[in-house]
């Protein structure tokens, strides 16, 4: 089946930093890649996503960049707040169900 | 939310009863899906349909088992409940005409645990 590694697991930033997440995956015939926010107690909640024919895509101090001869794809926040601390879920497309990575926690210090 | 309700929220079963969590839609859309979240593990898919009927394994199937008579409801069900089922279980529902364009939405998810 399909499979997708997100990293770092953990990222602790100062607030106003910029953080990166990164996600590769197998799968040469996905073609949607959406990233989702959880905080805590709440559910995944999709906050951009990209499609195979695009490689970069932006929403105000959110991006997503991918690579698919490279099979990698990176979600970019810059300029953190407090309120971006969740963790962040990548996800592509499989071939029937979205297949999500395993997460990563993300800390905003103030 | 999409029109999505998971029920119930909370849920404490002792080991070996049979348990089943429900997932009701409003707005009639063909592709539904239940995961399961725990931690280190992000969420790995369990079951999903793709209409009345039409479901599939997802990779950590075992000990589980679907049924979807009706649009609306998605019913995951735990045969005999183990304490390694102990989780947080969300349904999903695919929003689009086809499973390769489309956004998911997620139900607020069952707490569940197993002593």
């Known amino acids: 089946g399909e499979n997708v590694e997100q990293h770092p697991s953990t990222l602790s930033v100062q607030e106003g930093d910029s953080a990166v997440i990164k996600c590769t995956y197998s799968?040469?015939?996905?073609?949607?890649f959406p990233w989702y926010k959880q905080e805590l107690g709440k559910r995944p909640q999709l906050i951009i996503d990209?499609?195979?024919?695009?490689g970069e895509k932006k929403d105000q101090r959110i991006a997503v960049t991918l690579n698919k001869t490279a099979k990698h794809f990176s979600l970019h926040i810059t300029e953190t707040q407090p309120e971006d601390s969740a963790v962040y879920f990548c996800?592509?497309?499989?071939?029937?169900?979205?297949?999500f990575g395993s997460g990563t926690r993300l800390q905003v210090q103030p | 939310d999409a029109g999505i309700t998971q029920s119930p929220r909370h849920k404490v079963t002792e080991t070996g009863t049979p348990v089943t969590l429900r997932c009701h839609q409003t707005e009639n859309h063909r592709y539904m899906y239940w995961y399961r979240q725990d931690p280190g593990h992000g969420l790995r898919l369990i079951h999903y349909s793709y209409g009345v009927k039409d479901t599939d394994k997802g990779e950590v199937s075992d000990g589980y088992s679907v049924s979807r008579s009706k649009t609306e409801d998605f019913l995951l069900t735990l045969e005999s409940a183990t304490s390694s089922q102990t989780s947080v279980y969300f349904c999903?529902?695919?929003?689009?005409?086809?499973?390769?364009?489309?956004?998911?939405?997620f139900g607020q998810g069952t707490r569940l645990t197993v002593v």
């Open positions: 799968d040469s015939a996905s073609n949607y």
């Open positions: 999903a529902i695919s929003v689009g005409r086809s499973i390769m364009n489309t956004e998911a939405f």
């Open positions: 990209i499609r195979s024919n695009v």
């Open positions: 996800a592509l497309i499989g071939r029937r169900a979205l297949t």
